[in-house]
């Protein structure tokens, strides 16, 4: 069994530590599930805030590991989440007294990719293709997704986030490439109250017709 105990001696993963107790409050999704992950061989880094270009990306959750690093994509949705393919917007359908709406929003596949295309910068390139994409439901969503997926690719509900990550059991980076990996992620991180603030008002300017309901 790989063992990341000794990693958690160095300055980096105690500064990682320090972030994921702060963090971890703010994400009942983060405790409920990824906290599950085996301390030994998953490392869980919650509300990522990287820069890109002239704005910034928030990626909800990255679990560095030997397996692979996993970079998570949170939906919140309790609805039928309709997903015609990668490049669309995707839509979640909600059912209330006055009738049905719909509430369109970006392609979170397309959305997660550009949070791996930022997390390459950080990356060396041979080791590009260690990096999954994952899309997370609330187990209460009911998902259609017509396009296709590559293998490097998933679409799951909550529950079933972490037996899809402990099916990567094939060794793909050292140990000494996770510690590298995790403080490369924490160095760059720029979570701060006022950043989010200001990510969440850069996706409202641009997306302004699509963050809201709207009836069916």
């Known amino acids: 069994m790989i063992r990341i105990s000794t990693l958690l001696n160095n300055e980096a993963v105690m500064t990682y530590a320090s972030n994921l107790s702060s963090h971890i409050r ?79 929003y970006q392609s979170p596949l397309l959305q997660n990719a550009g949070h791996i295309n930022v997390l390459k910068h950080l990356i060396p390139s041979h080791l590009h293709k260690t990096l999954v994409s994952i899309i997370s439901f609330t187990e209460s969503a009911y998902i259609r997704y017509k396009g296709v997926l590559n293998s490097q690719e998933h679409i799951v509900v909550s529950e079933e986030l972490c037996d899809l990550i402990s099916s990567y059991r094939k060794q793909v980076l050292s140990m000494a490439e996770v510690g590298k990996i995790a403080q490369a992620i924490l160095d760059a991180n720029q979570q701060t109250p006022d950043n989010t603030r200001k990510h969440i008002e850069t996706i409202r300017l641009k997306y302004p017709n699509v963050s809201r309901p709207i009836h069916a």
Do not use: C, M
């Open 26 to 104: 703010e994400y009942f999704f983060a405790q409920k599930y990824l906290s599950k992950l085996p301390r030994q061989a998953y490392l869980v880094l919650n509300n990522i805030i990287l820069q890109n270009g002239d704005g910034a990306t928030q990626i909800d959750h990255i679990v560095v590991s030997p397996f692979g690093v996993f970079v998570i994509e949170e939906k919140n949705h309790r609805a039928n989440v309709w997903g015609p393919d990668r490049n669309t917007h995707w839509r979640s359908y909600y059912t209330y007294n006055d009738g049905q709406k719909y509430f369109a």
